[in-house]
């Protein structure tokens, strides 16, 4: 038998063993696409399983992730390292070979992918990526980077908003070195996928500026190898390779939507074994499948050792735009709380939008792996750099890009950014339309990316734009989110600190920025630790805690309670994160134990009780905003200096 | 001149002033389609601003929100009853003029909007319902509900994901009512829309099922209307009519970003008024304004008169039919709490997704306005009405809406299902891809719309799937939503109790249902109340608080603490929102104060300190889950009973 078809059998096999035994699984993707994987692994990518971080290979992303079978066997057979112990043991507790792919756990895993459509929006991202770096360090005589970023998606990353969203841009960008695959099998969990999708997918993709080019079997692995090659001779426009395939392929049950989620059972992977003549022991990979990808290893190591050529050819050329390059893919930069103009502010009053719009110039100029953009608001968010050049298809080098009024995407694009090496990706838009990105904020949380979030707009701060444009409960409920750092800045100096952190942090931050001007602090770098005291001597009678807009509004309240003999300690919570990673010892000198607390911030109130504590009190909102002057608005949702000290006197029984 | 140019020249006129008078709003779209607009107000739309809620009237959504100017003036020169007080007010807190339109607060808006896309997806709910209703009550002889739906949006709304989303499902369902009005005028907040956007927007729709007519000239509105009826002609297909327009047209900025979203200045607005020769006085509606319209008003009074007479031949002709027509309008059902089959469950443990379905049968059998869907997902979160049928092209009396894998654009869609009345509509999904649909759930939630989400696999109890699929944060974040309530029920009762609260508690609510089984607690209506005791005799010495999955574990933590001499009461508090509702009174018997509460839920701890207080603790997951068998990520997590015993016993201090 050809050794093609036999290893496109053996990951055929793996995979529905690892999902029988585990119980749990899709084994309809696996089974359908394994030809499209195997001819990737073994033909397509430039990659070397033996080094899956060298950094030129292709990028692969696949973005429907509950096909994890399918990249697990792949990994494995291909000999990434992933061990056969894990995929036993697959999607059991403390195993490599987890439910959907996790990047960062499995080498070889370009993205953590699941939620729908996020995989591609990602693969645009990093062939947005891909295409900086080109024109950025590349030279007349030698390309330094130059590779293809694939990702591979079903039907339901196609319903998904994220996904035409992601294509509309990549088809304005013209990213000509973007070929994604789709695994069109018709079927989705309620069953075919005329119920609820009957729209001409490949016209939709031309419109939007794609190539599209089509495979009639899944099992036509030349073909599809043809449509690669057509794909990439097509340089102006990313490439859509609709591939027909059968959900389940190989077993008896192909064709059904049981196959998508549910394990195929002993019986029909004893009947499917057989009908391929396959008589190894399960879990195993066959001896003379060994020896083929054995064969095709020295083409894989041949990609880096070329690279690797390639490179030192660079280095000793080009050694200035090497180092850079460098600390680039290394996250190597300066020391940015010892450069004074980050952490120098000319103005005493200012929106801390402007502020962050200054703090993002400033620091840019440092760190040259900063790019990123917003979503058409550049005039109202200020989240531009200056001198930084536009990004598009005529100038690749520009580090500002125009994601449009695509929110979702924006994350998606921005986590790709990152997840391709040798970048900090920014989003930028309305606070409160982070909502529309929500999914992948999680998803740079989970994978821990370095990004960052500049949403500006806070509160009832935004005033006449009403209800709809004021995010009340935004910043609370991104706190929730496991492993992302949440700055609400009060001034300058915060919001410098907020961007130190961001950039140097190595974790995703969310800053939330004011519309309305607010009065500078000149607290240098004490932002850095979540919190800090910001105005009160000796020990106080009550702790003012305050974050952003409001730390002003704290002042003003400890100097009416000033006057009836209180002495209140203000204090800016910047960012709650931070000071929660702080020693205990920095929290209670603080937030000193037995002081009562009064937290002050114009956003939801509940989860502020922890630090309130039962005796303190929370003054926050619970409802939604309204329109009108900002100025107003606060006066209206009791946002008053005589309020705040009324409270506190109540609290503190005087 | 023509009474039609001068009418454009006053709504130019108004809205210019409105927001040069609050020095705040978008002047680019109401100057751009004035024209639009007033020929949608006096020649297209089947309405009467004198009864703005007659109930056969089209319905016409202006998704692009930030116009509001344009539908405040339309409002008020129609006669729809918004006063020259609320316009000259614009903005102000107060105004009924809010910055974006207020549903609820002004007659005639349809539909609060603003945030982009959303109101496109409104639209496509609305116009399901139109035909949803027409299929369950026209009669060969009487068509009751007979009427078309219209949105207004611009590049903004096309550039988002919902909108394809929301397009291509549409597409699919061939909703030939539907009539979208694209403001095309090229311009964004960031300048030329094809910085970002040079899709094919009418290819795209093409593909996506859509009839695509074209109007060179925003101010020719006799074309405009020549492809209304081209798209009235065409009843298989929804349409798109693409209108060129001028941002800002007739002011001397026309054709400039800045007019998106910059009052003009009171010298354009001067010069815009020579031009025009237009000598009134400001915030006027000129004579012969005011004449036409009177003359108009005949018009538009025939038309409800005409419906009003088809409604009482159908009241005398059906009279059974027509009473359930007013209930439904009316939002009159039965006292749901009196209805034993709804509160009775055979199954001693089942898994609350399971219970869900039955609840939603069982109620939906009395309800007959519930419908709704899933995002592709009947056979995992059981949100199907069996007997209900499947709602398509072939049978628009069909209750269940197969929405596709588009989360955000069901949410918006049942949103506008809820607006156009006569249902309540419900969404279902993953609890983790409620993150997809935030922002429609927040505007339900802004709106009080009667609509519910019932969000399945929660927390870790989603087992293998892993960390993307697992809800950590969503279920507290979902809570910090104003006017939403949230529901994570512990048994089948709870459930019910969540489903019944749901349909006739007019405000949007979510539940959380588990994947995993559950025990029954046979609590029978007390879910309704929020909160209340499960077990425990006497005044405790100590308070579990608990929460769907973890009651049953809070039982047995009691156990264990009895057998310390513990007396611990368990409470369960299956909606946070509810119990805030009830009185002082209830809250304290059910939490007496001063006795220590360990809160224990499977989800993000800081909202719960609320409940804990300083000398309580909360026993939940700050970090994502992992992939594994759900009863070892709860041991993994720490929620076993023993864990549970002796933290209660630490903060006891035993």
Redesign the interface.
């Known amino acids: 038998m050809d050794i093609r078809k036999t290893t496109i059998n053996n990951i055929r096999v793996l995979s529905a063993e690892m999902i029988d035994k ?1 119980n ?2 899709h084994p309809g993707l696996p089974l359908g696409c394994a030809g499209i994987g195997y001819e990737l692994y073994a033909e397509i990518l430039k990659h070397n399983p033996a080094n899956p971080d060298f950094i030129d290979r292709d990028r692969f992303v696949l973005s429907s ?2 096909g994890s079978a399918l990249i697990y066997s792949l990994l494995h057979i291909f000999g990434y390292g992933l061990k056969m112990e894990d995929i036993e043991n697959f ?5 490599a070979a ?3 792919p ?1 990047h960062g756990l499995v080498k070889g895993v370009e993205a ?5 459509g996020q995989g591609i929006s990602n693969a645009v991202g990093m062939a947005i990526a891909e295409s900086m770096l080109a024109a950025q360090f590349n030279k007349p005589d030698i390309k330094l980077i130059d590779h293809y970023t694939y990702a591979l998606c079903g ?2 990353c196609m ?7 992601s294509a ?2 990549a ?2 960008l013209k990213l000509g070195k973007l070929i994604v695959i789709y695994d069109s099998n018709g079927i ?3 069953g075919a ?12 993709h ?4 794609w190539q599209v080019l089509k495979v009639a079997s899944g099992e036509d692995i030349d073909a599809l190898k043809a449509a690669v090659l057509e794909a990439k001779a097509e340089t102006n426009k990313p490439s859509l390779i609709i591939v027909k395939t059968r959900i389940g392929e190989g077993s008896s049950k192909a064709g059904s939507a049981s196959t998508h ?1 549910s394990p195929l059972g002993a019986e029909c992977i004893a009947e499917m074994k057989k009908s391929m003549g396959w008589e190894y022991p399960p879990f195993s990979v066959a001896t003379e499948v060994k020896a083929h990808i054995k064969e095709l290893s020295k083409t894989f190591a041949g990609y880096e050792s070329a690279w690797n050529k390639l490179a030192e050819k660079y280095a000793v050329k080009y050694p200035e735009d090497w180092q850079i390059f460098k600390d680039r893919m290394d996250g190597v930069g300066p020391d940015l709380t010892q450069i004074e103009s980050i952490w120098t502010d000319e103005k005493e009053e200012d929106a801390t939008r402007n502020t962050g719009g200054r703090a993002l110039c400033r620091i840019a100029e440092y760190v040259p792996g900063i790019v990123g953009g ?1 979503a ?5 968010t200020k989240a531009y750099i200056k001198n930084g050049g ?1 990004y ?1 298809p005529e100038n690749r080098a520009g580090r500002n890009v ?8 924006m994350g998606g694009i921005c986590n790709g950014i990152a997840l391709h090496g040798g970048f900090i990706a920014f989003s930028s838009t309305f606070h ?2 982070s ?2 990105m ?2 992948p904020i ?2 740079a ?2 994978m821990q990316l370095p990004v960052f979030y500049v949403f500006t707009h806070d509160s009832i701060g935004v ?7 004021q995010p ?2 935004q910043t ?2 991104l ?5 992302l750092d949440v700055y609400r800045p009060a001034d300058y100096s915060e919001t410098a600190s907020a961007y130190v952190s961001a950039v140097t942090g190595g974790r995703p931050t969310v800053m939330v920025l004011s519309r309305q001007n607010l009065p500078a602090l000149h607290s240098g770098t004490k932002g850095l630790k979540g919190a800090y005291v910001v105005a009160g001597e000796g020990k106080p009678d009550v702790v003012l805690l305050a974050t952003g807009s409001e730390v002003s509004l704290a002042l003003k309240a400890k100097d009416l309670l000033a006057g009836d003999g209180i002495n209140a300690r203000v204090v800016s919570m910047p960012c709650v994160e931070a000071f929660e990673r702080q020693s205990i010892d920095y929290q209670n000198e603080i937030l000193p134990v037995g002081i009562k607390r009064i937290v002050i911030e114009a956003g ?1 109130t ?2 502020w ?2 630090y309130a ?3 303190g009190a929370v003054i926050g909102i ?3 905003g ?4 900002a100025n ?2 606060f006066e ?1 949702f009791g946002f008053t200096p005589e309020r705040v000290a009324e409270i506190t006197k109540e609290k503190l029984g005087k």
């Open positions: 585990a749990s699984g992730g509950h999607r059991q507790l403390g195993s987890t439910g959907h996790e953590t992918t699941g939620p729908l039907d339901g319903m998904e908003g994220i996904e035409s969203e509309s841009l088809g304005t989705t969990i309620e996928t005329d119920v609820a999708f009957t729209e001409d997918v490949a016209a939709r031309i419109a939007q500026g989620g917003t058409d608001l550049v005039p109202s536009d598009g125009h994601f449009g009024i695509r929110e979702h995407a409160v339309f909502d529309y929500r999914n999680r998803m949380a989970l005033g006449e734009d009403g209800p709809t444009h009340i409960e609370a409920s706190r929730l989110i496991p492993g939801a509940a989860p009780y922890k504590g039962s005796d619970d409802s939604f309204a329109s009108g002057k107003k608005l209206y």
